[in-house]
C-alpha cells in the first residue's frame, strides 16, 4: 500500500481565518514534505520532516505553520493568508529524505 | 544551481506512436531519477524511478539513463489519449536530499 491521505480535498478561507491541512501515511516512512503547486508550474518544496524534526524550511512565510505530532501525521497551519496563496498543498513521504515520494491527492487552497 | 531541465512542451503526438520526453541534470554524481505523471487538477503519479545505466521497462514504459550525458528519458510505446497528461523527471540530485523537480513536460496524445 502506498497510500497518503489528505485532508479536506478543498478549502476556501477569509484572509483573518486559522485553518489547518492534514496528511496521514501508514507505510512507515520516516520523511514527511508539504509541496505548494500553482497552475502550470511543478511542486514547489515548502518543508521536510526527517524522523519527525523539521529538516527544511524553505524560507516559507510563518503564516503557514508546519507540525507533526508523530511519524504517521503531518499538519501544516494556517493564519493569515493572503490571496496568492491559493494553490494546490500537496503532502508526500519517502521512506527516508531523497528515496521515492509518495504523494496525497492533495488540498485545493482558495483564500478569498 | 543544482537543477533538472526538462522542455515544457506541449509535445503532441498520435495515437499509437513513441512518445519521448527528455530530461537533463546539472549534477554528474546523481545517482537515481524518478518520472510522474500528473493529470490537470491531480497530485503526481509515480511512474518508474530508475538507478543505472541503461534502460528500464515497465509496461508501455520505458526509462532510459545516460550517466556519461546526464540525460534521462521516458519512453511511451503506443501512446493512448489517456497518457495526455504532464510529465515530471525529479532527482534527489546527490545525497540525502528532497527530490528536485523538473518544469515539467506536458504530452498530447492525438485521437
Known amino acids: 500500500d502506498t497510500e497518503v491521505t489528505q485532508t479536506p480535498k478543498h478549502l476556501v478561507m477569509g484572509m483573518t481565518n486559522k485553518k489547518s491541512l492534514k496528511c496521514e501515511q501508514h507505510m512507515g516512512h520516516r520523511a514527511m514534505y508539504w509541496y505548494k503547486q500553482k497552475a502550470k508550474k511543478p511542486p514547489e518544496l515548502m518543508f521536510v520532516y526527517s524522523y519527525e524534526k523539521l529538516s527544511i524550511n524553505e524560507s516559507v512565510p510563518s503564516r503557514f505553520s508546519p507540525e507533526c505530532p508523530n511519524s504517521s501525521l503531518l499538519n501544516l497551519h494556517l493564519h493569515a493568508l493572503q490571496p496568492e496563496d491559493s494553490a494546490l498543498y500537496l503532502c508526500a513521504s519517502s521512506q527516508d529524505v531523497g528515496e521515492t515520494q509518495y504523494f496525497g491527492p492533495g488540498t485545493r487552497l482558495l483564500v478569498l | 544551481q543544482k537543477e533538472v531541465e526538462q522542455n515544457s512542451g506541449p509535445l503532441s503526438v498520435p495515437e499509437g506512436a513513441i512518445a519521448s520526453l527528455n530530461c537533463t541534470y546539472s549534477d554528474r554524481g546523481s545517482q537515481s531519477f524518478f518520472w510522474y505523471r500528473q493529470y490537470s487538477g491531480k497530485s503526481p503519479e509515480l511512474i518508474m524511478f530508475i538507478y543505472s545505466n541503461g534502460d528500464k521497462e515497465d509496461g508501455r514504459f520505458t526509462a532510459q539513463l545516460n550517466k556519461a550525458s546526464q540525460y534521462v528519458s521516458l519512453l511511451i510505446r503506443d501512446s493512448q489519449p489517456s497518457d495526455s497528461a504532464t510529465y515530471l523527471c525529479?532527482?534527489?540530485?546527490?545525497?540525502?536530499?528532497?527530490?528536485?523537480f523538473g518544469k515539467g513536460t506536458r504530452l498530447s496524445v492525438i485521437a
Open positions: 525529479a532527482s534527489p540530485l546527490r545525497g540525502n536530499t528532497p527530490l528536485v
